[in-house]
């Protein structure tokens, strides 16, 4: 059974930094997109991050690039979110998710397996 399990998630001030792991069992992800999305209440899910299976090619929303840094670790099934300069606007739940099929790698749907969640909060 696929199983992802985020961590590294907290309460930090605007201008710190945070890393965010995410630990996949259950399967070879190896071959597989990567992707990080995060989430407020009453909001869609929104895009993060991506990444190809072998790490050659990421993407990243607007709101994080030059701040976030997506990265992968396939030997241990593990992907990763470098955050840094945190704003307020980054509070949120942050999911990891593994991505099967072909499609957007922006899109929620693309993604096959959740993981359950961390939770960040940046205070001003």
């Known amino acids: 059974q696929v199983q992802l399990v985020e961590s590294g998630g907290g309460l930090v001030q605007a201008g710190d930094s945070l890393r965010l792991s995410c630990a996949a069992s259950g399967g070879t992800f190896s071959r597989y997109l990567m992707g990080w999305f995060r989430q407020t209440p009453g909001k869609e899910r929104e895009f993060v991050a991506a990444?190809?299976?072998?790490?050659?090619?990421?993407r990243y929303a607007d709101s994080v690039k030059g701040r976030f840094t997506i990265s992968r670790d396939n030997a241990k099934n593990m992907v990763y979110l470098q955050m840094n300069s945190l704003k307020p606007g980054d509070t949120a739940v942050y999911y990891c998710?593994?991505?099967?099929?072909?499609?957007?790698?922006?899109?929620?749907?693309?993604?096959?397996?959740w993981g359950q969640g961390t939770q960040v909060t940046v205070s001003s």
């Open positions: 998710a593994v991505g099967k099929r072909v499609g957007s790698w922006i899109m929620p749907t693309t993604y096959d397996y």
């Open positions: 990444i190809s299976w072998n790490g050659d090619v990421t």
